[in-house]
Structures are given as C-alpha cells and as structure tokens.
Nanobody
Framework: QVQLVESGGGLVQAGGSLRLSCAASGTIFSINAMGWYRQAPGKERELVAVETSGTSTNYADSVKGRFTISRDNAKNTVFLQMDSLKPEDTAVYYC???????????????WGQGTQVTVSS
C-alpha cells in the first residue's frame, strides 16, 4: 500500500505564510509526479502546483509568484511554501502523487487526506 501524509495547514492572517509538507510511504518504485491540489467550499478541486519528475512544474495562475513547490526525492516528500496568502487561498489542500509501485507496474494516482488552510482577512 501507499500512504500520503500531509502536515502544516492552519489558520493565518492575510499576507502571512504557511508551509505544507507531504510524505509518501509504502511500497514505491518511483514517484513520477508530486504536488498539491485544493478544494474550497462549493468549488471543484483544482491544481495548485505539481512537479513532474525531470520535466516540468505547473502552477495555477492564481498562485504564481506566491507559492513555491519543492521536493526531497530521497525522502519521497513534497513541500508547498505559501507566501503572501490571501483569503481566497482558503481551502482544503490535498497532496497528490503519481506513483509506480513496482518496476513492472503502471502509474497510479494517490491522494492524501487533506489539510485545512484558512486565511483570515
């Protein structure tokens, strides 16, 4: 099995910063993409930032210049540094990973349980 465990959410004032972390554990051959999505009340889940191993990093336009994604490949961990937070960033943030569990296998999508980020005005 594979687990994604997030940490770092919380309540912060507008203009503040938070750092989210997500560690993947279990039987893992390779992680081919890792990143973050978010879902605000009444809205669909949307991409925040995803890093595809060795190729590219994609950010939502709404977070470009404010959020930074990074990975520690040795620890199967992804981070999201969120600066200059705005009330509209309030959402549940979900860790995402595209993982191949075995060398002969295929990639599957995995999700964390979500962590609440609340930005007060």
């Amino acid at each position: 099995q594979v687990q994604l465990v997030e940490s770092g959410g919380g309540l912060v004032q507008a203009g503040g910063s938070l750092r989210l972390s997500c560690a993947a554990s279990g039987t893992i051959f390779s992680i081919n993409a890792m990143g973050w999505y978010r879902q605000a009340p009444g809205k669909e889940r949307e991409l925040v930032a995803v890093e595809t191993s060795g190729t590219s990093t994609n950010y939502a336009d709404s977070v470009k210049g404010r959020f930074t994604i990074s990975r520690d490949n040795a620890k199967n961990t992804v981070f999201l540094q969120m600066d200059s937070l705005k009330p509209e960033d309030t959402a549940v943030y979900y860790c995402y990973a595209k993982i191949m569990r075995f060398s002969w296998g295929t990639n599957y999508d995995y999700w964390g349980q979500g962590t609440q980020v609340t930005v007060s005005s």
